[in-house]
Nanobody, 126 residues
Framework: QVQLVESGGGLVQTGDSLRLSCAASGQTLRITDMAWFRQALGKEREFVAVIKWISSKTDYTDSVKGRFLISRDTAKDTLYLQMNSLKPEDAAVYYC???????????????????WGQGTQVTVSS
């Protein structure tokens, strides 16, 4: 089992920055990918960013490219999402996810992830 605990959400103004964290514990040695998803009120959950744990290969959804940066600290089993130039449309509950699926491709689909955090709220005011 893998447990994921998120932190770092909050209320910010348009243009501000936030860094989300996700601490993984339990059976973490075989994690292959970790990702961030988000779900805004009244909308479906969407992929935001992913990183392969060993190679650090990344991918982002188009709307956050150039503004968000996903990274990981392998020694601490911690995932980060640095969010810059935040916009009101970035407001959502952000979820951390992890998978042990073995593939060379980055995994961007929610159903492929076995482990999920509880979510952390990001609110962006204008």
């Amino acid at each position: 089992q893998v447990q994921l605990v998120e932190s770092g959400g909050g209320l910010v103004q348009t243009g501000d920055s936030l860094r989300l964290s996700c601490a993984a514990s339990g059976q973490t040695l075989r994690i292959t990918d970790m990702a961030w998803f988000r779900q805004a009120l009244g909308k479906e959950r969407e992929f935001v960013a992913v990183i392969k744990w060993i190679s650090s290969k990344t991918d982002y959804t188009d709307s956050v490219k150039g503004r968000f940066l996903i990274s990981r600290d392998t020694a601490k089993d911690t995932l980060y999402l640095q969010m810059n130039s935040l916009k009101p449309e970035d407001a959502a509950v952000y979820y951390c996810a992890a998978t042990r699926r073995a593939t060379s491709l980055v995994i961007t689909t929610g159903p492929s992830y076995e482990y999920w955090g509880q979510g952390t709220q990001v609110t962006v005011s204008s």
